[in-house]
């Protein structure tokens, strides 16, 4: 069970940090966000470390369908009623840099960039589609509305973004963190101001970005209440149709399509960690009943953080805590909110405004409907009778058959069945 892009490419390794250091700027986590960050940072001549706890890529990088769109859903239309206009426009620019910013970095690297369209489509609101799209045209962005896709699915249509792209993102990161100052198997246990303290040493840095997925600081930023996790499967299938574009439903438990060389990789069976849901078994019917001559080659999950509003979380991780930086909440959609959290960041850290700063700011209000929904499920699961208990908050923990872990609901911690950690927010495995 491991995704595609992992019998692709033979990472760099990097050695564990043994000792003190002082550096500029820290950044925790080596997942793609981390890892680009480090990159702006060190093009523009700041100096950085980067600490992951385990290897690089190796916690939800490795995990992505990735697709590199702007297009994130319907969510434009949505934005505009949340935030604004001129705010929704930005994100959507702010998401078109980050594709151009691939673009550029794509020219000189084997990874399989290619240019493709992407598509939202829908199984029975049509309306929805049309909103979208006239929306994206006020913004100026040149959307089309299809009557028809290239799917095993009746639908009433799609949206249509061109100039999107898809890649390997493995062998994208395998090229540019040639040179990055990375210390693998090093994890930070504890922060003491701006000082990291790992297992091996001390870090005395003057910033500190943390770019751990879940946020693991829980007195700062309230993250515990702002997210929830969300996960999601993935079968690569042979011998099956190929689709041409990126595809997407519009509703929150439809299915995914993209192709990878002679591969079709399909997405679906979502639902919030700890939660039931349909998972491979979603996956594995919908093959057999559409793509019935098809083989299935590989299989995995992901995990995502959910935001109340959709919009990632970028910027300083409190009010109160002005030389520390947080990129999370990536709402499914990674690979164009990285280049994003890195190219905010690096301009935060140089002192160069942003046009972005205030779209991502993760200060701003909390009081959205998912708050509540957050708050309730948190509460359930404190009050809920369980021997097993998870170490980040003490919510009980779920027995999830399909891949056999214990998963918390609260704010989707997972665990092995031997107690290991696998996902955080937690910190470490369960007492035994």
Known sequence: ?????SDNTDLPRFEQLKGDLKTDVLIIGGGLAGILCAYELKNRGVDYALCEAGEITCGITKNTTAKLTSQHGLIYNKLVKQFGFERAKLYLQANEDALSRYRQLCVNIDCNFEKQ??????L???????????TL????????????????LKTVGAVRFPNQAQFDPLRFVSSIVKGLNIYEHTKIRELIGTDAVSENGRIKAEKIIVATHFPFINKHGSYFLKMYQSRSYVIALGNAQSVEGMYVDEADKGMSFRNYKDLLLLGGGGHRTGKAGGGWTELESFAKRNYPEAQEKYRWATQDCMTLDSVPYIGRYSKRTPTMYVATGFNKWGMTSSMVSAMLLADMITGKDNPYAEVFSPSRTILRPQLAVNAAEATLNLLTPSKKRCPHLGCALKWNKQERSWDCPCHGSRFEESGKLIDNPAAGDLPS
């Open 124 to 134: 029975d609101d049509r309306r929805k589609l049309e909103k979208e799209l006239d």
């Open 117 to 122: 369209a992407s598509f939202v489509y829908s």
């Open 137 to 152: 045209s006020k913004m100026g962005f040149p959307a089309e509305l299809c009557d028809s896709v290239p799917l095993p």
């Open 1 to 5: 069970m491991y995704p595609v892009w």
